[in-house]
């Protein structure tokens, strides 16, 4: 017979998400909401947990950046920043030091991810659409995606 697990707190709850990854005051908010009960504070939890560092902005922010700059172009990257909760104005700056950043310019990292998934010139339209379609649904501009798909 197994014993039954007591229900997790709602603090132990919150640690566990933020063992696991970075996750931003908005994104705790959302996970943790159906799990409040009767007596708990989660704007103070929140609050707590923000405090001691273990909601940071700055950290999401270089850790998404980190993880996926090499294979999503500017929109995409700002549209997952802005689904997490991140401020606008965050975003926007974040994604004008990955200009600057040794990752490169957008157009070196979109001819990169061609270079890696395709490696040569398309011989028919329909290839070349399917190449331009990829690094689009990556979140690179039209303007980039212009100048790497031969």
């Known amino acids: 017979m ?3 697990r007591p229900p997790w707190s709602l603090k132990g709850r919150a640690l566990r998400y933020v063992a696991a990854r970075e996750h931003s005051r908005a994104e705790l908010q959302r ?8 007596g708990d504070d989660l704007p103070a939890l929140l609050d707590y947990l923000q405090a001691q560092g273990f909601i940071n902005e700055e950290r999401l922010i270089e850790s998404v950046l980190h993880q996926k700059a090499g294979r999503m172009g500017a929109l995409r990257l700002r549209q997952q920043l802005r689904a997490k909760g991140v401020d606008a104005d965050a975003v926007q700056q974040a994604l004008a030091q990955l200009q600057q950043s040794p990752e490169g310019s957008e157009q070196e990292r979109a001819q ?3 270079q890696q998934r395709f490696g040569q010139a398309a011989t028919e339209p329909r290839e070349r659409l399917r190449q331009m379609r990829f690094l689009a649904a990556r979140g690179f501009s039209a303007d980039v995606i212009w100048r790497v798909v031969p």
């Not at 996970?31 to 009767?38: I, T």
Request: net charge neutral; hydrophobic share 65%.
């Open 112 to 114: 990169a991810l061609w």
């Open 31 to 38: 996970k943790l909401a159906p799990h409040v009960q009767e």
């Open 2 to 4: 197994a014993l039954a």
